[in-house]
């Protein structure tokens, strides 16, 4: 075995003479050191800089950050819905492609910019989503998480290439760029629902804000395959957030009317109108009751309790699977079989 030659170095005070705090040099470099260099590589200190300080190799220096990389990025959540369609041979080429163009159809007419606050004002600059934009961009972002786990499966941080670690961020980053197109084109629909429900007691930028989070939670557990328009799934979770945090008793007072009101009354995004949504839920609830009723005992909890359907509580994977007494991954499976059960009932002509 030949031992590593160690460059002599002069120190003085707590620093060496180049400045390097003894946690990056070679005795020292152990995970908090590690930490530390994924830190200054992260703020744009080159890895031949941070290996001439630490007196390493740049070969370590990489090894050392990816190992951090790969930490971190396997530590993060990463949920996606699965659809068969990602293991076809096909699927880059098809789900990977272009967005289809809307359709051509008559312009909506939008509130002039000077009755509304610039916030406001500019979510009619973003274009609302046709069912088929809709339905592409949901199975793109759920395929991209998809590829991203496969791929973090296979990573072992002691052993983490860069390239690997490059791929999976890409993957996640495009993801969630898609995530927040999606967002932005239903922002309208969030202020029609809380433009409804606003009064005298109730800010109604606060519901606003809290409907946006509940926009972006509803986003990310759509499933676009089993026939439902995202905006009526969106408007659910955002009523039901808004009945958790309002009093009953507000939530049916009158609206305060006012000169705002009318201009978004004008313009609302006919999608969330409450005529439609009551209707649609309605209709919705009684088939969804009848498709539950398909499955076995398990596949019914596990999707109850992964959507909270039926106002029952939210629930991951790995609480669900203690509380079956199965794995995170058994969970997983039997949700995805559930859901490919669905898909073979499901009338979608009635599902709106």
Known sequence: MVARKTKSRTTTGPHGTDGTPPSLRR???????????????????????????????????????????????????????????????????????????????????????????????SLYDVPLLSREQEAHLFRKMNYLKFLAGKLRETIDPARARTADLDEVERLQTEAHTIKNQIIRANLRLVVSIAKKRSGVSNNFFELVSDGNISLMQAVEKFDFSLGFKFSTYASWAVIKNFARTLPKEKSLRDRFVTGQDLVFEATADHRAASYEFESDNHRNEETVQSMLGRLNDRERRILIGRYGIGGADELTLERLGHELGITKERVRQIESRAQEKLRRFVPKASLR
Not at 30 to 36: G, H, V, W
Not at 50 to 55: N, P, T
Request: aromatic residues 8%; charged residues 20%.
């Open 27 to 121: 005795n020292g470099f152990d995970e908090s050191a590690k930490r530390l260099v994924y830190g200054q590589w992260r703020q744009g200190v080159s890895v031949a800089v941070l290996a001439q300080q630490s007196g390493r190799s740049q070969t370590a220096i990489v090894r050392g950050i990816n190992e951090v990389r790969a930490e971190r990025i396997l530590e993060q959540k990463l949920d996606f819905i699965f659809d068969p369609s990602f293991e076809a041979g096909d699927a880059n080429a098809i789900i990977l492609a272009p967005m289809p163009e809307a359709p051509r159809s008559a312009s909506r007419s939008r509130p002039p910019a000077a009755l509304l606050p610039g916030y406001l004002a």
